[in-house]
């Protein structure tokens, strides 16, 4: 059991436009254990959600290359034939959606849809049993009545709801392996705690693993072990959840957590964004990506706006910045 | 034909959801299809004209029976029913019990017998020549929307160039040799050649308005989160084409039918009018039509015999449609009539 579920070594994504080509992801690695809860956090368009897909190969069109690998169990999902994709797709691998809106068909009933996703790989089975799994899946989740409820069409959901149907769906199939791609963003806050708890018992009840991609740093808090940061296309920082809260090194790490408000500071400080805006992805600057908006850039001598900065270990995380590592490690709140 | 028994599909689901509804005031476990069929059976045009289409397709189908119990036949010569010079004795075309809508001046035929016939004919080239280029329509829609790429380019190309032919021009002028090409090729001679040529060329042009529709839909469609749910459970093209885009589609493929399957039933009656579609004695609309404007000055009725049952058939159609759109397309925002 020493490798883990799932490692990416070195994921390139392109897009080709009109425009010129998308690097939406820059060499990314990471792995992933068997039953672990892994967060990738990021602003958009850094790449997160294109990560996911291309875990899940996704990718619609011709215009997008995928290079690198991504070992799932020893099999690489980036070489498999289409048919390979379409079996682990659902049974190995599931995802849950970031719009429970639209992740629904309109035309069929819930009860429809979810034992339409267990027979995709589990043709010829009967529909009694198919019902009683269905029945069992909603109930699951936290859906009362579910002998009425499995007759009723999505927009008879509400948003919270149906976002447990869609996980009712992703984990019918007990994958090993779920990526939730923002999974609470489209809902109200009241709601993204059921629902991040949901995962977390559905988890835990089935020892699957999780990739949680989001931008919100209080969703990582409260449910991940491991925080993979991504900016413009590239990992800049990788820690324990405890470790990227509590001294996180990176400098845009640094300014995601100033730039949020938690229970905890002073209400009369004010919240620092991080200045400028991300770079366009088609016209990358060399370099740290992060060069122009990173107040330590000056002191490095044009260091980071010329040499790309490698994951280097600092402490328990690793981070990719030129700055020395014993500032890297500082505290937040001195020196840096 | 799969398109034209869903159509018919379509009528039974309205009788039984009338049942069904009655007991269940609340929308409640109501499909998007039977909320559209609650929708439509509210709008009153719209079920007016409902019935004045079935109206017209049960005189289609039973056209023999009808002409029988009436005791009318479209092919007859009644030389007792007109005078020498051809033209109907008796006021408004020789109406009379034993030709209640008069007879065919020259010939004496009875007007209601053919116009029976001929609903039976303009139905025939309506619904087979809409099904056929829906279908033709369809397929190339949802093929050009889910594979992009090059495969949309030449298909949107070739549409592009089917519409921007004359196309009525083409059809007259390519009449004679391709209905005689054709029965070269074994199809019977007469009026199944001439059928086959008129639904072959309807087909070739008029694939390329529901392709686009189809196509503009599969490719929002596509980028709806429930397709790419359905691939991330490992749904193969079937089943996100049959299972997940058509279900979507058929809303607006059926209004579409509905829209379109007048204008071949008129385009019919213009070929045949112009001389190039069926030829008498067969009865058609179209020829009557034609026929008729020969003589309006002795026997004006004549003219508006067929002329109204064509008028009527194509406005139910066309306000059917409009129903149907306002019941399952709600977004278009159009008020009611």
Same mark, same amino acid.
């Given at each position: 059991?020493?490798?883990?579920?799932?490692?990416?070594?070195?994921?390139?994504?392109?897009?080709?436009?009109?425009?010129?080509?998308?690097?939406?992801?820059?060499?990314?690695?990471?792995?992933?254990?068997?039953?672990?809860?892994?967060?990738?956090?990021?602003?958009?368009?850094?790449?997160?959600?294109?990560?996911?897909?291309?875990?899940?190969?996704?990718?619609?069109?011709?215009?997008?290359?995928?290079?690198?690998?991504?070992?799932?169990?020893?099999?690489?999902?980036?070489?498999?034939?289409?048919?390979?994709?379409?079996?682990?797709?659902?049974?190995?691998?599931?995802?849950?959606?970031?719009?429970?809106?639209?992740?629904?068909?309109?035309?069929?009933?819930?009860?429809?849809?979810?034992?339409?996703?267990?027979?995709?790989?589990?043709?010829?089975?009967?529909?009694?049993?198919?019902?009683?799994?269905?029945?069992?899946?909603?109930?699951?989740?936290?859906?009362?009545?579910? #002998?009425?409820?499995?007759?009723?069409?999505?927009?008879?959901?509400?948003?919270?709801?149906?976002?447990?149907?869609?996980?009712?769906?992703?984990?019918?199939?007990?994958?090993?392996?779920?990526?939730?791609?923002?999974?609470?963003?489209?809902?109200?806050?009241?709601?993204?705690?059921?629902?991040?708890?949901?995962?977390?018992?559905?988890?835990?009840?089935?020892?699957?693993?999780?990739?949680?991609?989001?931008?919100?740093?209080?969703?990582?808090?409260?449910?991940?072990?491991?925080?993979?940061?991504?900016?413009?296309?590239?990992?800049?920082?990788?820690?324990?959840?405890?470790?990227?809260?509590?001294?996180?090194?990176?400098?845009?790490?640094?300014?995601?957590?100033?730039?949020?408000?938690?229970?905890?500071?002073?209400?009369?400080?004010?919240?620092?964004?991080?200045?400028?805006?991300?770079?366009?992805?088609?016209?990358?600057?060399?370099?740290?990506?992060?060069?122009?908006?990173?107040?330590?850039?000056?002191?490095?001598?044009?260091?980071?706006?010329?040499?790309?900065?490698?994951?280097?270990?600092?402490?328990?995380?690793?981070?990719?910045?030129?700055?020395?590592?014993?500032?890297?490690?500082?505290?937040?709140?001195?020196?840096? | 034909?799969?398109?034209?028994?869903?159509?018919?599909?379509?009528?039974?689901?309205?009788?039984?959801?009338?049942?069904?509804?009655?007991?269940?005031?609340?929308? $409640?476990?109501?499909?998007?299809?039977?909320?559209?069929?609650?929708?439509?059976?509210?709008?009153?045009?719209? #079920?007016?004209?409902?019935?004045?289409?079935?109206?017209?397709?049960? #005189?289609?189908?039973?056209?023999?029976?009808?002409?029988?119990?009436?005791?009318?036949?479209?092919?007859?010569?009644?030389?007792?029913?007109?005078?020498?010079?051809?033209?109907?004795?008796?006021?408004?075309? $020789?109406?009379?019990?034993?030709?209640?809508?008069?007879?065919?001046?020259?010939?004496?035929?009875?007007?209601?017998?053919?116009?029976?016939?001929?609903?039976?004919? $303009?139905?025939?080239?309506?619904?087979?020549?809409? #099904?056929?280029?829906?279908?033709?329509?369809?397929?190339?829609?949802?093929?050009?929307?889910?594979?992009?790429?090059?495969?949309?380019?030449?298909?949107?190309?070739?549409?592009?160039?089917?519409?921007?032919?004359?196309?009525?021009?083409?059809?007259?002028?390519?009449?004679?040799?391709?209905?005689?090409?054709?029965?070269?090729?074994?199809?019977?001679?007469?009026?199944?050649?001439?059928?086959?040529?008129?639904?072959?060329?309807?087909?070739?042009?008029?694939?390329?308005?529901?392709?686009?529709?189809?196509?503009?839909?599969?490719?929002?469609?596509?980028?709806?989160?429930?397709?790419?749910?359905?691939?991330?459970?490992?749904?193969?093209?079937?089943?996100?084409?049959?299972?997940?885009?058509?279900?979507?589609?058929?809303?607006?493929?059926?209004?579409?039918?509905?829209?379109?399957?007048?204008?071949?039933?008129?385009?019919?009656?213009?070929?045949?009018?112009?001389?190039?579609?069926?030829?008498?004695?067969?009865?058609?609309?179209?020829?009557?039509?034609?026929?008729?404007?020969?003589?309006?000055?002795?026997?004006?009725?004549?003219?508006?015999?067929?002329?109204?049952?064509?008028?009527?058939?194509?406005?139910?159609?066309?306000?059917?449609?409009?129903?149907?759109?306002?019941?399952?397309?709600?977004?278009?925002?159009?008020?009611?009539?």
């Amino acid at each position: 059991m020493n490798t883990p579920l799932l490692s990416v070594r070195d994921l390139h994504v392109n897009f080709g436009t009109s425009e010129g080509d998308v690097q939406a992801v820059r060499g990314v690695s990471f792995d992933i254990d068997r039953g672990e809860t892994l967060a990738i956090v990021g602003e958009s368009g850094s790449g997160k959600s294109v990560t996911a897909s291309a875990i899940m190969r996704l990718n619609f069109g011709a215009d997008i290359r995928v290079s690198g690998s991504a070992l799932f169990e020893g099999k690489d999902i980036l070489s498999m034939g289409e048919e390979e994709v379409r079996k682990m797709r659902g049974s190995d691998v599931a995802m849950i959606f970031q719009d429970p809106l639209t992740a629904l068909n309109p035309f069929y009933t819930v009860g429809n849809q979810i034992s339409e996703a267990y027979t995709i790989h589990h043709p010829g089975t009967s529909k009694k049993e198919l019902r009683a799994l269905a029945l069992d899946a909603i109930e699951k989740v936290g859906i009362p009545e579910p #002998v009425k409820r499995i007759k009723q069409y999505p927009h008879e959901f509400s948003g919270g709801m149906r976002q447990r149907i869609v996980i009712a769906m992703a984990l019918i199939n007990q994958p090993k392996l779920l990526i939730a791609d923002e999974p609470t963003t489209a809902l109200d806050v009241t709601v993204q705690a059921q629902i991040l708890e949901l995962i977390g018992v559905m988890q835990e009840e089935n020892g699957t693993a999780v990739i949680l991609i989001t931008h919100d740093l209080g969703v990582v808090a409260e449910v991940t072990e491991r925080v993979l940061v991504m900016y413009a296309g590239r990992l800049v920082e990788k820690a324990s959840v405890i470790d990227a809260f509590a001294s996180p090194t990176h400098p845009y790490t640094r300014g995601l957590l100033n730039s949020v408000k938690s229970l905890d500071s002073d209400r009369h400080s004010r919240l620092e964004p991080i200045p400028g805006i991300p770079p366009s992805l088609i016209d990358l600057p060399t370099g740290c990506p992060f060069h122009s908006r990173c107040r330590y850039a000056a002191s490095l001598n044009g260091r980071c706006s010329t040499e790309v900065p490698e994951l280097k270990a600092v402490g328990n995380s690793w981070s990719a910045c030129h700055l020395p590592v014993d500032l890297l490690a500082a505290p937040i709140k001195e020196s840096l | 034909m799969f398109y034209a028994l869903s159509v018919v599909n379509l009528e039974i689901d309205e009788i039984e959801i009338s049942a069904e509804v009655k007991d269940i005031s609340d929308s $409640s476990g109501l499909s998007p299809w039977q909320l559209g069929m609650r929708r439509f059976r509210k709008g009153r045009l719209g #079920v007016i004209a409902l019935w004045v289409v079935l109206f017209y397709v049960l #005189v289609a189908i039973f056209a023999p029976f009808i002409v029988r119990l009436l005791n009318v036949d479209p092919y007859a010569l009644d030389r007792q029913a007109i005078n020498d010079f051809g033209l109907p004795k008796g006021p408004l075309g $020789s109406m009379s019990w034993n030709h209640p809508l008069g007879v065919e001046p020259g010939t004496g035929r009875d007007i209601l017998g053919r116009l029976i016939y001929g609903t039976r004919l $303009s139905l025939i080239i309506g619904t087979v020549g809409t #099904v056929l280029s829906t279908t033709v329509g369809v397929c190339l829609g949802i093929v050009a929307g889910l594979r992009r790429g090059w495969v949309d380019s030449l298909i949107s190309r070739i549409g592009d160039v089917a519409l921007a032919f004359p196309s009525l021009l083409l059809i007259i002028a390519l009449a004679n040799p391709m209905t005689q090409r054709l029965e070269s090729w074994g199809v019977p001679k007469g009026n199944t050649a001439k059928l086959t040529y008129i639904l072959t060329i309807l087909t070739i042009f008029g694939w390329v308005y529901m392709a686009r529709l189809v196509r503009g839909q599969v490719l929002s469609l596509r980028e709806r989160d429930f397709v790419e749910a359905a691939r991330s459970f490992g749904a193969g093209t079937n089943h996100l084409v049959f299972k997940q885009l058509l279900p979507n589609l058929w809303p607006q493929i059926i209004i579409f039918v509905a829209m379109s399957l007048p204008g071949y039933v008129a385009l019919e009656a213009t070929l045949s009018f112009l001389g190039v579609g069926f030829q008498a004695p067969t009865a058609s609309w179209g020829i009557m039509l034609g026929d008729s404007v020969r003589y309006y000055r002795a026997d004006t009725a004549y003219l508006f015999i067929p002329g109204g049952a064509l008028l009527i058939l194509v406005l139910g159609f066309n306000l059917l449609a409009d129903g149907l759109r306002d019941a399952f397309d709600p977004r278009s925002d159009r008020q009611q009539l």
